[in-house]
T-cell receptor
Framework: DTAVSQTPKYLVTQMGNDKSIKCEQN?????MYWYKQDSKKFLKIMFS???????INETVPNRFSPKSPDKAHLNLHINSLELGDSAVYFC???????????FGPGTRLTVL | GNSVTQMEGPVTLSEEAFLTINCTYT??????LFWYVQYPGEGLQLLLK?????DKGSNKGFEATYRKETTSFHLEKGSVQVSDSAVYFC????????????FGQGTELSVKP
């Protein structure tokens, strides 16, 4: 059983399009996160939800909007995609904030 | 501010060589410390952790000790294998900001047969 899953694994799209990435965790964790990994492998937090409530919203363009329909799911919607959005996006979850996080396999987004 | 500094990569070693990847951190308080590993094309996996000063985390032959005095958490392995080739990240959770992980820049390890 996959603990943290993401779909799709690869996403290739044109500039200006709108796309969504979905994340689900079956660990019963309360907190979920989105991270962005750039081409140099650097990881940066984007958002975090705790029990469906937004608790972290880093300096991210408002074209990015997270949504948590329940505590097992955290989706990421991106409007008006730009070339600079090309990256690998990771979802993660933790039992409580401050404990270790479990990561999904990542979604590689390529904007052409 | 809160940060993690890792030794620059890439690190290239021969099989069975000794590995050290340095990690130092600047943190408020004494958070848990983690090493994550990212194999090519995969997500991050927790490799080991330590939750308080002088704790030693270990897994798959890797070890790291939480050193409060030197604010370090260096990763070591006595004899690396080709299958250890990956990117290694040192990290800690920033509790006052939702527990987000503060990551080092990652160190790429390549092990040659």
């Amino acid at each position: 059983d996959t603990a943290v899953s993401q779909t799709p694994k690869y996403l290739v799209t044109q500039m200006g399009n709108d796309k969504s990435i979905k994340c689900e965790q079956n660990l019963g964790h309360d907190t979920m996160y989105w991270y962005k990994q750039d081409s140099k492998k650097f990881l940066k937090i984007m958002f975090s939800y705790n029990n469906k409530e937004l608790i972290i919203n880093e300096t991210v363009p408002n074209r990015f909007s997270p949504k948590s329909p329940d505590k097992a799911h955290l989706n990421l919607h991106i409007n008006s995609l730009e070339l600079g959005d090309s990256a690998v996006y990771f979802c993660a979850s933790s039992q409580v904030k401050g404990s270790e996080q479990f990561f999904g396999p990542g979604t590689r987004l390529t904007v052409l | 501010g809160n940060s993690v500094t890792q030794m620059e990569g890439p690190v290239t070693l021969s099989e069975e060589a000794f590995l050290t990847i340095n990690c130092t951190y600047t943190a408020t308080g004494y958070p848990s410390l983690f090493w994550y590993v990212q194999y090519p094309g995969e997500g991050l996996q927790l490799l080991l952790k330590a939750t308080k000063a002088d704790d030693k985390g270990s897994n798959k032959g890797f070890e790291a000790t939480y050193r409060k005095e030197t604010t370090s958490f260096h990763l070591e392995k006595g004899s690396v294998q080709v299958s250890d080739s990956a990117v290694y990240f040192c990290a800690f959770p920033y509790y006052n900001q939702g527990g987000k992980l503060i990551f080092g820049q990652g160190t790429e390890l390549s092990v040659k047969p």
